[in-house]
């Protein structure tokens, strides 16, 4: 089961963002087409997995590229957000160690 269909992880997930899933494997991009600038801007290399969070103005405000592997880590990538850790500088990575002691 995927860590975020985790009953635990699903209910923070949920009370805190509002998410979209979107499969860019296959899509190819056309630089004249303007409504592909979203793709590009967000997923330029079209990697899979990645969880992209966008603050209410559409900023970018964290990124994962490779997914989550532990229901721990989930749930700090959530606090990570939702408590706007990013604010303070420094990415999930340094955070996620600050954390773990």
């Known amino acids: 089961m995927s860590v975020l269909k985790k009953p635990e992880v699903s209910a923070k997930y949920s009370k805190h963002f509002l998410g979209a899933h979107a499969d860019f494997g296959d899509l190819e991009l056309d630089d004249k087409d303007p409504l592909h600038e979203m793709v590009k801007r967000h997923n ?8 992209v969070f966008l603050d209410g103005s559409g ?43």
Do not use: I, W
């Open 59 to 101: 900023k970018e405000v964290a990124r994962l590229t490779g997914g989550l592997k532990t229901v721990e880590d989930a749930l700090l990538l959530d606090r990570y957000v939702a408590e706007k850790h990013y604010l303070k500088g420094g990415d999930f990575a340094a955070f996620r160690k600050s954390q773990k002691g």
């Open 44 to 51: 330029s290399r079209k990697l899979r997995p990645v969880l």
